[in-house]
Structure formats: C-alpha cells, structure tokens
C-alpha cells in the first residue's frame, strides 16, 4: 500500500493556516487532521489541540510519544506519534506545521507536501488583532518573524490567502488532489 502524505500547512502568524485547514477538511473529508499538543494555555481558540505543561511535554516527549516535535513563540509544539498510524495505512494527513521544522519533517517524513500559505504584512497584522488570541506584544513578535526561508528541495505548493477564505480553500482542494500534489 502507498503510504499517505503529511501535508505540512505552513506560513506566517496569522496567515490564515488553520482558517484554511477547517475548510480543507470539510471539502476533503478523507484528510485526517492532526491535533497538536501545545504548551498554550487551553481553550484559546485558533485550533482543537492538547493543552499540557512544559512537564507534561517534556515526559511525553521522552516517552516517544511524538512523530516530530519543536519550539516556537516560547510554546512547545508536537505532533502525536499517532500520525505514522494513519500514513502507514495510506492517510493523508494535514497539520499546521513550522517553517523552521521542516527539514527535519522531511527525513521523518517520506510523502511530504508543503502548503506555503502568503498573505501581505498589512493583512496579516490585521488579521492577527482580529484573533485576539496574543497580546500586542507577542503580535509584534510573531509579526517580525513573518518571512523565513523553506529549505530547497522539498515538494512545495505557494498559495496566497490575500482574498476570500473560500477562494484559497477551493484552490488549494484542486492543488492537493492526489494525483496532482
Ligand atoms: N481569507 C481570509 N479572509 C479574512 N479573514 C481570514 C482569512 N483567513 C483567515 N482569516 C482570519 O484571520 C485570523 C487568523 O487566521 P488563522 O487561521 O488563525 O491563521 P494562522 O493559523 O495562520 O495563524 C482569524 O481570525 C481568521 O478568521
Ligand atoms: O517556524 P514558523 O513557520 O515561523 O512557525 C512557528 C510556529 O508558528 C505556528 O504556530 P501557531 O499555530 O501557534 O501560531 P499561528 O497560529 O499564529 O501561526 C506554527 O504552527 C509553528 O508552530
């Protein structure tokens, strides 16, 4: 059996990642969307993830419990071991990824598909007051970090999120069919 992709959602805060992934999902009910553990206080809106402590993340972490794992924004990102489950039986998967973990994601990662999602700097400051989900402080943080390189050589689809949500999500369904992406 074809092992699936992990398509690997990525992009500046507040670029619209997750807008984008809940109606990929709706559109391409077959994607398995995967639900991060995140040290972030819970029930902050954004995204469905496991809220846990720097101790809880750290044990999981030690006990293998994650397929890759990462530090940004002062948070602890990682994606539950679960995911190699779902590849192995040839499910694509969808996660919000970082930028800076992905040449990692790539040797973990045999089928794996980045959705680099743009936007401009005035839509993503926008964007990211209307969230409300960061103080100004850690907005202006996240939005000095906005351009980051991609590692060369990785499969990689560029798609802008200026527009309507409704656009982006009708676009990139066509891009991530299977026998295109
Ligand atoms: N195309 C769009 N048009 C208008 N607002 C959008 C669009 N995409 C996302 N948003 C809004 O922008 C904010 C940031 O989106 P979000 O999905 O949380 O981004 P990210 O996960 O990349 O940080 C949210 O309030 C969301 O509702
Ligand atoms: O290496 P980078 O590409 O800069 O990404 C750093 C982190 O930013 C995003 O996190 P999060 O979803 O918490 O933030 P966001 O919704 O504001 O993008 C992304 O999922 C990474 O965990």
């Not at 992990?6 to 398995?32: C, E, F, Q, R, T």
């Not at 200026?162 to 990139?172: E, F, I, W, Y």
Request: glycine share 8%.
């Amino acid at each position: 059996m074809t092992a699936g992709r992990l398509i690997a959602v990525v992009g500046p805060s507040g670029v619209g990642k997750d807008s984008v992934m809940g109606g990929l999902v709706v559109a391409m009910p077959h994607l398995y969307l995967v639900r991060r553990v995140i040290t972030r206080a819970p029930d902050l809106g954004g995204e469905d993830y496991v809220a846990v402590s720097v101790s809880e993340f750290e044990a999981m972490a030690g006990d293998g419990r994650f397929a890759i794992h990462w530090h940004a924004h002062g948070l602890c990102y990682g994606v539950p071991a679960l995911v190699q489950h779902h590849l192995k039986n040839g499910t694509d998967c969808l996660v919000n990824f970082s930028r800076k973990a992905l040449a990692q994601a790539s040797e973990t990662f045999p089928r794996l598909v980045v959705l680099n999602i743009t936007a401009r700097p005035e839509t993503l400051a926008e964007r990211l007051a209307a969230r409300g989900r960061e103080t100004d402080d850690e907005i202006a943080e996240r939005l000095a970090q906005a351009e980051t390189r991609l590692p060369d050589d990785l499969h990689v689809i560029h798609l802008s999120n200026d527009g309507p949500l409704s656009h982006t999500v009708a676009q990139a369904t066509r891009l991530l069919q299977p026998e295109r992406a």
